[in-house]
């Protein structure tokens, strides 16, 4: 069973009398009728499926986008890396664990590995601070971006996040800067790096570990200045209005990739990637290989001002 | 009453071709309640006499106190996309844009110049908070390249005021994406080897604190400023917790050591002039540099002067202003080693 969104509310119906038929075959009794009624209902939940997922509303992709069911950062981790290595703390105040961060093997290849984990129970959401991260948090990127650096590792980012955290002591310890070193240093480094933003990209919170030579998204996925619901309140005294103010701020894959400031769509399963994860991985693997392939031979020199060359040119031919 | 200010008083002024007096004569300070005059708190800089509470000021009049003589050029900001996503919220943006230029007489949120400051030549970036709370859309973001490119050309300093509320939301994701494009402004600017100052002003928050505004070489807070990423409403709702006393102002990121220092507004141009002058190795002011240049006249050139260590030089000259003043004809303190 998932969790199913607003939206997917004729879904949730249509498959919620699939299971409980199924479990009346379980049980022999009338086993015939049911399989024929099994499997017309499975044709209409798939049709439901695909008209509702054929044209998401921007708004509709931010619910995809923050699905509980959606796979985070540690389960691209898993599938995609080897021998991840997770380092801990940004060697001034704490260890920040809405931010992992490591060395891992990619194909066989070693590389750097930075993403931002929401967690997918109470307990784990809080101790990863629902994806939100602190000064701490940045400034831990900072560090492994540092080593990939001195070591000719390339870097992966996985981003998702609804921003950084907005807290005393967060603040206190300068959230602003530690978002913009973690910039700078993404513009600074010699080595590919290549991100992907997997669910929410959610402001300087993600642009921080997103400014990359290549950026991927994921196809539900959003990524904005502001939350809608954030940008509603303030541009129109009313949280209610997020949904106008996801479609007007241009948040999702498509829109992006029209005005360039990403490079490449990795397309999610039908009703998005928490249905199929391995088919979502397969797919990332895919264009992260292309990425990287691509981004392979090149001089340190020549990544850095590829990289700040693609960033000088947004939005100048508009 | 309002017949006579909403109609007749404009009326009158512009048969005058007279610059329209202030409404408010006087004005009240937010902090103490004190009523002050209008054209006293002006000609202060806009920070309030008595009670020292630094109001905003505009881009133009910031750069008429902070260059010599109030002389400098503006750079014409660069051609943008005018809304590029055709945005609207209550109002549409493209409105909005006409509204905040037709008050403020700017094309946008920034204002680039160049000028002499205590003879140096500098470069400044200034905010102007009138306009769209000095948000930064892709205008502010070329305008505030450009800025960096001057001085970059110029081989000069940088100074930049910043007073923002962060991103422009009008422009979603392209608003973001100025967060790294200044960066990489600021990135070529230090490996030029110029220096970067940044004076954060009342408000410096979001998306601008958030990249150009705290990579400064060096940052200088205005008194009782604004500066943070989240906003304190935000914070609150967050945490639902009271907020410290003094959370996010000048002096509170000064104790958390997110600045160097906290200068009022009247101080700032002495402040930033004798910090470039060290970060560029410059002598000690011109009213010294006259004495020194006519000593060395006197002497020959720099190289016949017997200077026992240059380094001992340096610190002479930078640390000891007003000693020097007196062209001392024997024991020249020489100018530190050309830069």
């Known amino acids: ?318 | 009453m309002n017949w006579i200010t909403n109609y007749v008083r404009p009326r009158l002024n512009s048969m005058l071709g007279r610059r329209e007096t202030p409404e408010n004569l006087w004005i009240k300070c937010p902090e103490t309640g004190e009523m002050v005059f209008h054209a006293d708190v002006e000609e202060n800089q806009w920070v309030i006499p008595v009670s020292g509470h630094h109001m905003k000021i505009a881009a133009r009049q910031r750069l008429t106190h902070f260059y010599d003589g109030g002389a400098f050029q503006e750079i014409a900001n660069p051609e943008v996309a005018q809304d590029p996503l055709r945005f609207r919220d209550q109002k549409k943006y493209s409105d909005r844009l006409r509204e905040n230029r037709l008050k403020t007489g700017l094309e946008d949120s920034i204002i680039n110049a160049t000028g002499k400051l205590e003879g140096m030549e500098i470069v400044t970036t200034v905010h102007d908070f009138t306009f769209m709370g000095g948000s930064l859309g892709m205008a502010a973001g070329e305008a505030i390249i450009r800025g960096f490119e001057t001085a970059i050309e110029k081989k000069c300093p940088m100074v930049l005021f910043a007073a923002s509320g962060g991103a422009r939301m009008q422009e979603g994701i392209l608003s973001l994406m100025q967060l790294p494009r200044t960066t990489v402004a600021v990135e070529m600017l230090k490996e030029a080897g110029l220096p970067y100052i940044v004076v954060l002003t009342n408000p410096t928050t979001g998306g601008v604190s958030a990249s150009y505004a705290m990579l400064g070489d060096i940052h200088i807070a205005e008194p009782g400023a604004v500066i943070g990423f989240a906003g304190a409403r935000v914070i609150e709702q967050t945490i639902r917790e009271k907020l410290p006393e003094g959370f996010q102002r000048s002096e509170y990121l000064l104790d958390h050591g997110m600045v160097d220092m906290v200068v009022p507004r009247t101080e700032l141009r002495a402040t930033i002039a004798r910090l470039l002058r060290i970060l560029t190795k410059q002598d000690v002011p011109a009213t010294e540099t006259v004495g020194q240049a006519a000593v060395m006249d006197e002497t020959g050139s720099v190289d016949t002067v017997p200077v026992a260590d240059p380094e001992d030089a340096a610190v002479t000259t930078g640390a000891v202003e007003t000693e020097i003043l007196e062209p001392a004809e024997a024991t020249p303190q020489k100018p530190s080693p050309s830069f």
Request: include cysteine; glycine fraction near 8%.
């Open chain 1, 1 to 318: 069973m998932y969790s199913y969104l607003e939206f997917e509310k004729p879904i949730a119906d249509l498959e919620g009398q699939i299971l409980e038929l199924k479990k009346l075959a379980e049980s022999g009794e009338g086993a015939v009728d049911v399989a024929e009624e099994i499997a017309r209902l499975e044709k209409r939940s798939h049709e439901a499926l695909v008209e509702a997922y054929r044209k998401l509303t921007p708004w509709q992709k931010a619910m995809v986008a923050r699905h509980p069911d959606r796979p985070h950062c540690i389960d691209y981790v898993d599938a995609l890396f080897t021998e991840f290595t997770p380092l801990a703390g940004d060697r001034n105040f704490a260890e920040d664990h809405a931010v992992m961060a490591g060395f891992a093997r990619y194909h066989g290849q070693p590389v750097a590995v930075i993403g931002q984990e929401k967690g997918n129970d109470t307990k784990s959401r809080l101790k990863h601070n629902f994806g939100m991260a602190r000064p701490e948090g940045y400034r831990k990127a900072v560090r492994i971006m540092e080593l990939a650096d001195r070591f000719g590792l390339p870097v992966i980012t996985l981003v998702d996040t609804a921003g950084a955290y907005p807290g005393i002591g967060a603040e206190e310890r300068g959230q602003a800067e530690a978002i913009a070193r973690s910039t700078e240093k993404c513009l600074n480094l010699r080595v590919p790096l290549v991100s992907v933003i997997i669910g929410e990209g959610g402001s300087g919170g993600a642009i921080a570990i997103a400014t990359a030579n290549t950026v991927l998204m994921l196809e539900h996925a959003i990524y904005s200045v502001i939350s809608p619901e954030a940008g509603a309140s303030i541009l129109w005294r009313d949280a209610a209005r997020a949904k106008d103010v996801a479609t007007a701020m241009k948040i999702t894959a498509q829109d992006l990739l029209e005005l360039k400031i990403i490079d490449a769509i990795i397309s999610e399963p039908l009703g998005g990637a928490h249905r199929d994860v391995s088919a979502v991985m397969a797919e990332t693997d895919r264009h992260l290989t292309k990425a990287m392939a691509a981004l392979d031979g090149r001089d340190g020199d020549t990544l850095r001002r590829q990289r700040r060359e693609k960033f000088l040119a947004i939005g100048r031919n508009l």
